[in-house]
Nanobody
Framework: VQLQASGGGLVQAGGSLRLSCAAS????????MGWYHQAPGKQRELVAT???????NYADLVKGRFTISRDNAKSTVSLTMNSLKPEDTAVYYC?????????WGRGTQVTVSS
Protein backbone atom coordinates (compact mmCIF):
# COMPACT_ATOMS: atom_id res chain seq x y z
CA VAL A 1 0.00 0.00 0.00
CA GLN A 2 1.40 3.38 -1.01
CA LEU A 3 -0.07 6.58 0.36
CA GLN A 4 0.20 9.97 -1.32
CA ALA A 5 -0.93 13.00 0.62
CA SER A 6 -1.56 16.50 -0.60
CA GLY A 7 -3.10 19.76 0.52
CA GLY A 8 -0.83 21.12 3.20
CA GLY A 9 0.31 24.71 3.30
CA LEU A 10 0.39 27.97 5.20
CA VAL A 11 -2.77 29.48 6.60
CA GLN A 12 -3.65 32.13 9.13
CA ALA A 13 -5.21 31.23 12.44
CA GLY A 14 -8.93 30.72 12.04
CA GLY A 15 -8.54 29.57 8.47
CA SER A 16 -9.19 26.24 6.83
CA LEU A 17 -7.28 23.60 4.91
CA ARG A 18 -8.21 20.29 3.37
CA LEU A 19 -5.81 17.39 3.23
CA SER A 20 -6.30 14.49 0.87
CA CYS A 21 -4.63 11.11 0.64
CA ALA A 22 -4.87 8.45 -2.02
CA ALA A 23 -3.90 4.84 -1.52
CA SER A 24 -2.46 2.86 -4.39
CA UNK A 25 -1.04 -0.60 -4.87
CA UNK A 26 -2.42 -4.08 -4.71
CA UNK A 27 -4.98 -4.46 -1.94
CA UNK A 28 -8.54 -5.58 -1.53
CA UNK A 29 -9.88 -3.05 0.95
CA UNK A 30 -8.31 -1.00 3.70
CA UNK A 31 -10.06 -1.09 7.03
CA UNK A 32 -8.59 1.90 8.86
CA MET A 33 -7.38 5.11 7.28
CA GLY A 34 -6.59 8.38 8.91
CA TRP A 35 -4.22 11.14 9.83
CA TYR A 36 -1.55 11.66 12.43
CA HIS A 37 0.58 14.71 12.99
CA GLN A 38 4.00 15.42 14.41
CA ALA A 39 5.07 18.80 15.69
CA PRO A 40 8.76 19.68 16.09
CA GLY A 41 10.23 17.95 19.12
CA LYS A 42 7.10 15.93 19.76
CA GLN A 43 5.95 12.41 19.07
CA ARG A 44 3.59 11.55 16.26
CA GLU A 45 0.02 11.79 17.51
CA LEU A 46 -3.39 10.72 16.34
CA VAL A 47 -5.52 13.35 14.65
CA ALA A 48 -8.39 11.31 13.28
CA THR A 49 -9.16 7.89 11.87
CA UNK A 50 -12.06 6.38 9.99
CA UNK A 51 -12.97 2.76 9.40
CA UNK A 52 -14.23 1.32 6.15
CA UNK A 53 -17.69 1.37 7.72
CA UNK A 54 -17.41 5.08 8.44
CA UNK A 55 -16.79 4.98 12.18
CA UNK A 56 -14.63 7.94 13.16
CA ASN A 57 -12.26 8.68 16.00
CA TYR A 58 -10.86 12.14 16.74
CA ALA A 59 -8.24 13.50 19.07
CA ASP A 60 -9.87 15.69 21.70
CA LEU A 61 -7.94 18.73 20.49
CA VAL A 62 -9.54 18.63 17.05
CA LYS A 63 -13.09 17.55 17.86
CA GLY A 64 -15.58 19.99 16.43
CA ARG A 65 -12.99 21.59 14.16
CA PHE A 66 -11.74 18.77 11.92
CA THR A 67 -13.77 16.34 9.86
CA ILE A 68 -12.44 13.12 8.37
CA SER A 69 -14.07 11.41 5.42
CA ARG A 70 -13.22 8.69 2.96
CA ASP A 71 -14.23 7.36 -0.41
CA ASN A 72 -13.92 3.60 -0.29
CA ALA A 73 -14.37 3.19 -4.03
CA LYS A 74 -11.41 5.49 -4.70
CA SER A 75 -9.39 4.46 -1.62
CA THR A 76 -9.01 8.05 -0.52
CA VAL A 77 -9.25 9.76 2.82
CA SER A 78 -9.61 13.48 3.45
CA LEU A 79 -9.29 15.76 6.42
CA THR A 80 -11.10 19.08 6.46
CA MET A 81 -9.55 21.35 9.05
CA ASN A 82 -11.47 24.42 10.17
CA SER A 83 -10.75 27.06 12.81
CA LEU A 84 -7.09 26.25 12.62
CA LYS A 85 -4.85 27.26 15.50
CA PRO A 86 -1.09 27.83 15.64
CA GLU A 87 -0.81 24.69 17.76
CA ASP A 88 -2.12 22.68 14.79
CA THR A 89 1.19 23.40 13.05
CA ALA A 90 2.83 20.07 12.29
CA VAL A 91 3.67 17.59 9.60
CA TYR A 92 0.53 15.60 8.84
CA TYR A 93 0.87 11.96 7.87
CA CYS A 94 -1.66 9.86 6.07
CA UNK A 95 -2.13 6.45 7.67
CA UNK A 96 -3.63 3.13 6.66
CA UNK A 97 -3.90 -0.23 8.34
CA UNK A 98 -4.19 -3.22 6.06
CA UNK A 99 -4.00 -6.84 7.09
CA UNK A 100 -2.45 -5.96 10.42
CA UNK A 101 0.27 -3.74 8.98
CA UNK A 102 0.57 0.02 9.28
CA UNK A 103 1.39 2.17 6.27
CA TRP A 104 2.41 5.82 6.24
CA GLY A 105 2.53 8.53 3.64
CA ARG A 106 5.45 10.94 3.38
CA GLY A 107 3.80 13.75 5.29
CA THR A 108 2.62 17.18 4.35
CA GLN A 109 3.43 20.36 6.25
CA VAL A 110 0.64 22.42 7.77
CA THR A 111 1.67 25.78 9.19
CA VAL A 112 -0.79 28.03 10.99
CA SER A 113 0.36 31.57 11.62
CA SER A 114 -0.97 33.66 14.46
Amino acid sequence: VQLQASGGGLVQAGGSLRLSCAASGRFFSINDMGWYHQAPGKQRELVATITIGGRTNYADLVKGRFTISRDNAKSTVSLTMNSLKPEDTAVYYCYARYRGMDYWGRGTQVTVSS
